[in-house]
């Protein structure tokens, strides 16, 4: 009896003890709204580019004949290397430069859809917790006939205080 009373006392202690309610740290914050953003994508999209879908934090566009398509959209993240694995499905290297005191990055990657393979290019620019995005795929073999316009979309991308 001796001998249990002094390791029943310690397991009373030890159970008193323990806390009852528990804190924890999330690893995650919240995300916040793309329509909370202070700015907004100015962009010249070409004139035979059409809307096919439009959301408060993506819009794209589709060539009437179906050769390319461009998407412009807002991602609520605080670094590049996400928005561009948002856009992209993977990590992509990245020509990186600051303008004006925004972080901008660059890049392009080939994807296949169905039977033919696709050439994209991509430019994003990180402002806080949002990053302003442009998208471009294009149809392999044809960057010649729209070269043009292609540099002409990615030297309008501006952004603009909501």
Request: with cysteine; aromatic share 8%; glycine share 6%.
């Amino acid at each position: 009896m001796r001998r249990i009373l002094p390791v029943l006392m310690m397991v009373l202690l030890l159970f008193g003890c323990a806390p009852r309610e528990y804190e924890t740290v999330r690893d995650v914050i919240p995300a916040g709204d793309p329509a909370d953003a202070p700015f907004e994508i100015r962009v010249e999209v070409p004139a035979e580019a059409a809307i096919v879908s439009s959301t408060v934090d993506e819009c794209v566009y589709e060539a009437r004949n179906g050769d390319y398509t461009v998407t412009v959209r807002t991602i609520v993240t605080d670094g590049l290397d996400a928005a561009v694995y948002a856009l992209t499905g993977s990590a992509q290297p990245q020509l990186r430069l600051m303008r004006n005191g925004v972080r901008e990055c660059r890049f392009a990657w080939c994807e296949q859809t169905g039977r033919e393979p696709v050439v994209c290019r991509g430019l994003c620019r990180l402002d806080g917790d949002f990053c302003y995005c442009l998208c471009l795929r294009l149809r392999a073999g044809l960057g010649a006939r729209y070269n043009e316009q292609i540099n002409a979309l990615f030297s309008s991308f501006d952004l603009v205080p909501k």
